[in-house]
């Protein structure tokens, strides 16, 4: 199934969730092995969580998980069961067409696990859930904008729980601490919900940019990008 067609079904059933729960809701449909549902809450919104096998669901199994999700009957669980039993082969398959990519990437110069390992304990409380791993390479996009900067530089993807690094970050020339950085800001996205306003989608929000100032380096590291980035990028 396209990224498109799956972001077509977590909204719909994101639509069906907001008339049956009491509260906004968010829908993510990830590729997760283990975890089938999980649910829990973020600045008032309900965040769901939900393997892509979902996408099949039909409006009978979403009320079923809004059943579940409200503490409610046993039935809905087993419900879900069922449904989950008979997708089982959708876990294995869409595991495997996805391992192409590094799940832990070692670079040249850097080990993302390492930044990503020392981020998530000290800002996160050792709790990641998140895949890392080294992307394509971009060099376009090189906008003095701090917003389109992050992006070119690595990328968080809501659906796969991924953070991807831009190689060019693979350098000598590159301390580790911009790379934590980095990887910060990412781990930012992974954790707080994203705003919307109509159509509109605000990822770097207010208490985004505010939380950014925690990381320890935090000046040094924007003074490092705004310095490098182009050569980085060239
Ligand atoms: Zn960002």
Redesign the pocket.
Known sequence: MSREKLADHAKRIEGLLAILLPQPVDVVLNNNRSTMVSHGKKAGRLVVRLHRMFAHAGVDEVKSLAGFMSGGNPSDARKIDRFIASHKHEIKRGASSRRKRPVCAKGKHHDLCGNLDRVVERYFGGIGEVEIGWGRETKKGGSRRS?SR??VLAK?SYEDRTISVNPVLDSDKVPGYVLDWIVY??M??HVLPVEKTGERRR??TRS?KALERAFDRYEEAVEWEKANLEWLLK
């Open positions: 917003r992050s992006r968080y800001h990412e930012l996205h990822f770097h985004f």
